[in-house]
């Protein structure tokens, strides 16, 4: 587009979204569900957060990640659904351009660093598993610190490129975006400019925070499979396959979702069919990893047990 041609068109000052829109019906059910969703992921991973910090046996390198990968899915979460919620009670549900700005930002953020963050943890159970004698060593608190500041510096970087680059589209209409949350993508569908910059960072990003945490995690795995098989004894495999389960499990939800949100053929599927594979991957994944790790681990019930009988919850966790 010309820039005569550009200057004669109304920029866009806000966005209006039209995830849900096929089915105004349904507003006040969507409500309740998702309402009841975001408050067990904040209670889960409040939890989760509580027990790993008042319970000694969980004062380990594991539960330490643990911990951030709870807080990170509480932002996680935070970051889009209050939105939503208000939005279902919106006849025009609208957000507007420093709004949509700042949700890219955060969501982003999130996103890559919860990445980062559970490769991060595929390599505290390599040393677990594959280097024990020096487990000490290589995760002291030292390197566990570094390690998350690391995640959450990789996840900045990235947030604050892609917004930047984003802040510089001109955007001319229309201002509808498809879909329940302002993501970059959604956004380069909008643009009236060159998008070719944004376009060939978003590969890179896909590659260096994306699909390498991924190839990192695997290859780890491949490590501590191969090294939990050499065990003599099947209560000795059992044991050690049980330190590392409940993680395994969340990284194939994480990056299999992920995956299924990013990386499919975007021709021949419906707005539901796109709203659905995006709740599943920003809704429910943060809300299933304390859930997992619960029924999973040991320590984390016992811990949660006793949490929830010190403040005098009714509630028991199963065995």
């Known amino acids: 587009m010309a ?67 709870s807080f990170l899915d509480i932002c996680y979460t935070t970051t889009t659904i209050p939105a939503m919620l208000v939005n279902f009670f919106r006849e025009k549900k609208t957000i507007s351009y420093e709004g949509c700005l700042s949700q890219i930002f955060f969501f982003v953020t999130c996103a890559g660093t919860e990445g980062v963050l ?40 990235n947030s604050v490129t892609h917004t930047a680059l984003a802040a510089t589209l001109i955007l001319c209409g229309p201002n509808q975006i ?46 501590i499979i191969s090294a939990i098989l050499r065990i003599p004894s099947a209560q000795g495999r059992r044991k050690a396959f049980s330190t590392c389960a409940s993680h395994l499990t969340v990284v194939v939800v994480y990056f299999g979702t992920a995956n299924f949100n990013y990386d499919r053929p975007r021709e021949g599927y419906s707005l539901d069919t796109d709203i659905l594979v995006s709740v599943l991957f920003c809704v429910v994944t943060p809300m299933l990893n304390p859930i997992i790790y619960s029924l999973r681990n040991k320590e984390v019930k016992g811990a949660l047990r006793k949490l929830t009988k010190t403040h005098g919850f009714s509630s028991k966790i199963s065995n």
């Open 118 to 157: 559970l490769a991060a943890m595929a390599y505290d159970r390599y040393v677990a598993i594959c280097r024990p004698l020096q487990y000490p060593v290589l995760m002291s608190v030292k390197v566990c610190v570094c390690l998350v500041a690391g995640s959450w510096l990789c996840g900045v970087v």
């Open 3 to 69: 820039p005569s041609e550009m200057s004669n068109q109304t920029h866009v000052t806000e966005f209006i979204f039209l995830g849900f829109s096929n089915h105004p019906s349904l507003q006040g059910v969507f409500f309740l569900v998702f309402l009841a969703i975001y408050l067990t992921t904040v209670l889960g991973n409040t939890l989760m957060m509580t027990a790993t910090r008042v319970s000694p046996a969980l004062h380990t390198p594991m539960y330490y990640f643990l911990s951030n990968l």
């Open 178 to 223: 498809s879909h329940f949350l302002c993501d970059i993508p959604l956004l380069l569908k909008l643009s009236c400019s060159d998008t070719s910059v944004n376009e060939s960072v978003l590969h890179v990003a896909s590659a260096t925070i994306g699909l390498s945490p991924c190839l990192f995690t695997a290859g780890s795995y491949v490590l």
